[in-house]
């Protein structure tokens, strides 16, 4: 069975720092992609960033490129998003999501396995 479980988020100042994790389990993890996603109170969940298991390149959404950065632990089945410079929009809870074809990081609805998600609060 395939589980995604997100942990670190926190209520963080503004200009703060956070490092999300997602402990895969249940496949085999560098065959799939892995997408970070957020949903504000409201809004409809977006794509933050999102890594290809074919080549490992993360790419970003244009709102938090230069202060979010996608990095994987193969050995410990792990992927983490350090969250730098945080705002009070970045606000949201965080999910991170894997499927066995690289779906379009924009596109939350082709992803098919879910975590179940962590809350990020940034005060200003």
């Known amino acids: 069975e395939v589980q995604l479980v997100e942990s670190g988020g926190a209520l963080v100042q503004a200009g703060g720092s956070l490092i999300l994790s997602c402990a895969a389990s249940?496949?085999?993890?560098?065959?799939?992609?892995i997408g970070w996603f957020r949903q504000a109170a409201g809004k409809e969940r977006e794509g933050v960033g999102c890594i290809s298991d074919s080549d490992g390149i993360p790419s970003y959404a244009d709102s938090v490129k230069g202060r979010f950065t996608i990095s994987t632990d193969s050995a410990k089945n792990t992927v983490y998003l350090q969250m730098d410079s945080l705002r009070p929009e970045d606000t949201a809870i965080y999910y991170c999501?894997?499927?066995?074809?690289?779906?379009?990081?924009?596109?939350?609805?082709?992803?098919?396995?879910w975590g179940k998600g962590t809350l990020v609060s940034v005060s200003s």
């Open positions: 249940g496949f085999t993890f560098v065959d799939y992609a």
């Open positions: 999501a894997a499927d066995l074809i690289y779906p379009r990081c924009s596109d939350y609805s082709q992803w098919e396995y």
